[in-house]
């Protein structure tokens, strides 16, 4: 009996890492981008700029959680190799006799 491969969880699992990985991954790049170069002001201070080191740590952050983000669909949704089995049948000639 054959098992039916089931998917469902793969799908979940894809569409879980692309919301909570892909798409804060995405916006970390923009955001990382723009503080990198200067131009995010920071809020909390009221006063200048962010440094430019948040904005490339900030990057890399974001493809860190992009590589996530591809890396699970391809994981879970990729054919699994399936083992080969042999069968083991029974000599087809006769055994000799044993002295």
């Known amino acids: ?13 894809t569409i879980a890492a692309i919301l909570l990985c892909g798409c804060p991954g995405l916006s970390m790049c923009l955001f990382g981008a723009v503080t990198a170069f200067g131009g995010m002001p920071d809020f909390i201070n009221g006063y200048g700029y962010l440094p430019g080191w948040m904005g490339f740590v900030t990057l890399c952050l974001a493809v860190i959680f992009i590589v996530i983000a591809v890396v699970v669909p391809v994981l879970t949704l990729r054919k699994k190799k399936e083992p080969k089995v042999e069968e083991i049948l029974p000599p087809s000639e006769p055994l000799p006799p044993a002295s």
Do not use: P
């Open 1 to 13: 009996m054959e098992k039916k491969d089931n998917k469902t969880w793969a799908i979940v699992g």
